[in-house]
């Protein structure tokens, strides 16, 4: 009780309006389709008249296209507006904030893993409202944010400013691990016996259970409700070795801190909702294109955010009964081609080899494809040296079908592949 009366008492001085869209969102979480449909419509109305009122970038694209919100019928007439990316909104920073008066605005930084660090102001209800959202995925698993938990996340390793972030963790009942040494995991382990959930990022979650997995800890000594895995993918494997430690699966939550929270997944149908009161999502050739329909003090409209995804057919009807579109996967970021001798290739395509390896022949690998020079590349694979004798053979039969002899690859069994300092890429390169 008095953790949730702390947690409330800091949710009214710094987000007024969290409770109020939490419980909008409890009530929203079961409306029929054409309710949501509806909702979603008229809010995007009102979020793009906006926009033109007080973003002098977006006054002057709709006036240039003759957009007029107002008019709007359909959210297919979104399409008449240009799609935008992290260059343009870097580039037209200053026009695109908005010149309203808000009451309130919080800095905001993007990560930079795509090599561009993108600043910006969040106003208080479109914070509130990203709050609101994962608060409604967690009670999904009956989690409330103020209840003990374990969190795997970044961290500053300036000690004045780690100080300051262990005082607020433990406001917000909450510990992390600061070092990824064996004697501070095994103390993050011992911690999360009490913890009613562990959240963060999906390659952290599996090192804690693999550690747990390889140290004979039981199961039955962890009483979880929730293990939530964001920012990066999560790869069948780690499945397999959460699993093991906890009894759990891993539970998605899909977004960004420019697009909000897109996507949270539900604990009956193991599906991703879209949280489509908040957002709105177009698919463009197997890319996800976002608009964040919060984001009034920073319009983010029709943004290309960088994934493959994959979307459920549209008369899917989900196990737990929400009428929420569906996203059945999140394939992997839109990123640079691999250069082969006389062709180029998107990195997705590794993607698919590893995935034809695990459907075909039922052996999930865990990898980094890492190329410096045109013509090659590194194939890192987290599993042991046992293995290679058997799969190589299976890797390369794949590979071939994709590259060809176009590439020649090298392949090394047994690589740690997270440095704990970023988030874990699939695929990395240094040709420009």
Same mark, same amino acid.
């Given at each position: 009780? @008095? ?7 800091g ?9 109020e869209?939490f419980?909008?969102?409890? #009530? ?11 909702y979603?419509?008229e /809010?995007?109305?009102s979020?793009? #008249?906006?926009?033109?009122?007080? !973003?002098p ?6 006036? &240039?296209?003759?957009?007029v *919100? ?5 959210l ?15 580039q037209h920073?200053?026009?695109i904030?908005?010149?309203y ?26 914070? !509130?409202?990203?709050r ?12 409330m ?6 969190y795997?996340?970044?961290y ?5 400013k780690? $100080? ?6 433990? @406001? ?8 990824y040494?064996?004697?501070?995991? =095994? ?5 999360l016996?009490k913890a009613? %959930? ?16 390889e ?6 000594? %962890?009483?979880?409700k929730?293990? #939530? ?9 780690y ?9 759990l ?13 897109i996507?949270f997944?539900?604990? =009956?149908? /193991? ?11 177009e698919?463009e050739?197997?890319?996800?294109i ?7 003090? $920073?319009?983010i ?14 008369g ?8 929420? *579109? ?13 250069i ?6 998107p990195s997705?395509?590794? %993607?698919y ?11 999930? @690998? ?5 190329? &410096? ?20 053979? @299976? ?6 079908? %994709?590259?060809?002899d ?14 704990h300092?970023? #988030?874990? /890429?699939?695929f990395?390169?240094?040709?420009d």
């Amino acid at each position: 009780m @008095l953790r949730k009366l702390i947690y409330e008492a800091g949710a009214r001085m710094r987000n007024p309006s969290l409770m109020e869209q939490f419980d909008f969102l409890k #009530k929203s979480d079961r409306w029929e389709r054409a309710q949501l449909d509806y909702y979603q419509l008229e /809010k995007m109305k009102s979020f793009l #008249k906006f926009a033109y009122l007080y !973003s002098p970038f977006y006054r002057t694209m709709f006036k &240039e296209i003759g957009f007029v *919100p107002s008019q709007m019928t359909s959210l297919k007439e979104m399409k008449a507006l240009p799609i935008t990316d992290k260059s343009v909104l870097i580039q037209h920073n200053r026009e695109i904030q908005s010149i309203y008066p808000f009451d309130k605005l919080r800095r905001s930084e993007t990560s930079g893993s795509s090599g561009q660090p993108l600043l910006f102001y969040r106003d208080e209800e479109w914070d !509130s409202g990203h709050r609101a959202a994962v608060m409604r995925g967690m009670s999904w698993y009956g989690v409330m944010p103020w209840e003990r938990n374990g969190y795997l996340w970044g961290y500053n390793v300036d000690k004045r400013k780690r $100080f300051n972030t262990r005082i607020l963790d433990e @406001l917000c009942n909450r510990f992390r691990m600061f070092s990824y040494a064996p004697v501070d995991i =095994e103390r993050f382990c011992h911690r999360l016996k009490k913890a009613s %959930y562990l959240s963060g990022y999906s390659s952290m979650i599996y090192e804690v259970a693999k550690y747990i997995n390889e140290h004979g800890v039981t199961m039955s000594d %962890y009483h979880l409700k929730m293990i #939530k895995a964001t920012s990066e993918k999560i790869y069948p494997n780690y499945r397999q070795e959460v699993w093991q430690a906890f009894g759990l699966d891993c539970t998605s939550e899909y977004g960004a801190a420019e697009a909000g929270i897109i996507a949270f997944e539900c604990p =009956e149908g /193991k599906n991703m909702h879209i949280c489509m009161e908040n957002v709105y999502v177009e698919d463009e050739e197997g890319e996800i294109i976002v608009t964040n329909m919060l984001s009034r003090s $920073f319009p983010i409209i029709r943004y290309r955010l960088g994934d493959y995804v994959t979307f459920a057919d549209a008369g899917y009807e989900c196990p737990c009964g929400r009428q929420h *579109p569906v996203i059945v996967d999140v394939c992997g970021r839109v990123g640079k081609n691999v250069i082969g001798k006389t062709g180029k290739y998107p990195s997705l395509t590794f %993607y698919y080899v590893f995935k034809n390896v695990a459907l075909n022949d039922g052996c999930v @690998l865990n990898y980094q494809a890492r190329q &410096e020079e045109v013509g090659k590349v590194i194939i890192n694979i987290e599993q042991p040296l046992t293995y290679a004798e058997k799969m190589t053979p @299976l890797v390369r039969r794949e590979l071939e079908k %994709y590259f060809k002899d176009d590439i020649e690859f090298t392949i090394r069994w047994g690589v740690k592949l997270h440095t704990h300092k970023e #988030k874990l /890429k699939d695929f990395i390169t240094t040709i420009d």
